[in-house]
């Protein structure tokens, strides 16, 4: 879908994914502007750029890529602001506990 929109999008020298009508990358506000426009139309609620940033973390290390990658992914400073992704979800540990019944068994 990337490639389909920097193919339609016009040619500017700003590195952002997403433009602006001057030609310029999306501040931190238009950004949050447009998926809480996007989330309300889809009437979807809670979803921030913060939700979706830590989703896609916590997606990309649940399916088994690296804590280090994933900090270059989400541009994280720290190792240890990425490493607070890897917290286990309450479905995390429902499903340890699963593992553990079985192996009893």
Known sequence: MLQ?????RPEVDDPHVFIGQRGNGLTDAAVYDVVKKYARLS???QVSPHVLRHT???????????LVTV?????????????RYTKPSERDLE?????????DV
Do not use: P, W
């Open 43 to 45: 009437n979807v609620d």
């Open 71 to 83: 900090q270059q992914f989400i541009s994280h400073k720290r190792i240890d602001s990425t490493a």
């Open 56 to 66: 896609f973390a916590r997606s990309l290390l649940d399916k088994g890529v690296d």
């Open 4 to 8: 389909a929109y920097f193919a339609e």
């Open 95 to 103: 499903v340890a506990v699963e593992r553990l019944e079985l192996e």
